[in-house]
């Protein structure tokens, strides 16, 4: 069975941003966590679908001017990046949106598809957020392992990855390593015993 894996950048208080500055401590918003090579398809939540894909539309149309969000000039892993999810099916959790720019993107309207979407062939499917989502899809035992990059920073009042969470869960530490400027990555494995 293809594997969802959650990959969330935070910061050590678990936090995903922060009112007024939103997560201006992420420089980059590349896939960082090494799945490209082990991945086919996408999986987002409606909350965070229509800005995502502004932000790699603005890259793909306009690869040299500053990036939204982030106002800095796209880094090499984000050209990457934009490139290649122009190839790769995109799947958006939501009840509520029906249309999408981008062509190979398509909605999931429950859980009980995304279960059905991990049945089919394929390689890996990268569970890119958000928050809600996330929460949401670890409590249904969905998602099959977690990667975090972890920014060196307490960021105080703001948005918990972890916030709707509802049930606990033990993970398996299956890899730490320690990245430039302070960040670490953390890879768990999801056992879903309590
Ligand atoms: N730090 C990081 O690495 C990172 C990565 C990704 C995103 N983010 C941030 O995460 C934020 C978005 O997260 P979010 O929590 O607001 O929204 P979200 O998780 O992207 O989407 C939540 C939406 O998904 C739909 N949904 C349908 N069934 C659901 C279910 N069972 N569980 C949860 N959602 C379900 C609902 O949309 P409908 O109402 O349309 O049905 C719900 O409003 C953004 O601010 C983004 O910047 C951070």
Not at 56 to 66: A, C, F, L, R, V
Not at 136 to 162: H, Q, T, W
Not at 182 to 190: D, K, M, N, Q, V
Request: hydrophobic share 40%; with cysteine.
């Amino acid at each position: 069975m293809r594997k969802l894996i959650a990959g969330m950048k935070i910061s050590v208080d678990g936090k995903i941003e922060v009112p007024e500055r939103g997560a201006d401590w992420v420089e980059a918003w590349s896939e960082d966590y090494g799945l490209t090579p082990q991945i086919d398809a996408c999986l987002l939540g409606g909350g965070m679908y229509t800005g995502y894909e502004q932000y790699w539309t603005g890259i793909q149309n306009d690869p040299d001017k500053p990036a939204w969000i982030t106002g800095n000039a796209p880094t090499r892993a984000e050209l990457e990046w934009a490139r290649f999810i122009e190839q790769t099916p995109h799947y958006v959790l939501s009840n509520t949106l029906t249309s999408a720019l981008w062509p190979k993107t398509s909605f999931v309207r429950g859980l009980e598809e995304i279960a059905a979407l991990k049945q089919q062939p394929g390689k890996d499917i990268y569970l890119i957020g958000g928050a809600r989502t996330t929460a949401s899809l670890i409590d249904a035992g969905l998602v099959d392992e977690l990667r975090l990059i972890v920014y060196p920073l307490i960021a105080g009042d703001g948005k918990a990855l972890f916030a709707t969470t509802e049930h606990r869960h033990r993970l398996e530490l299956r890899k730490v390593q320690q990245l430039e400027d302070g960040r670490a990555s953390l890879i768990y494995g999801i056992t879903n015993g309590a």
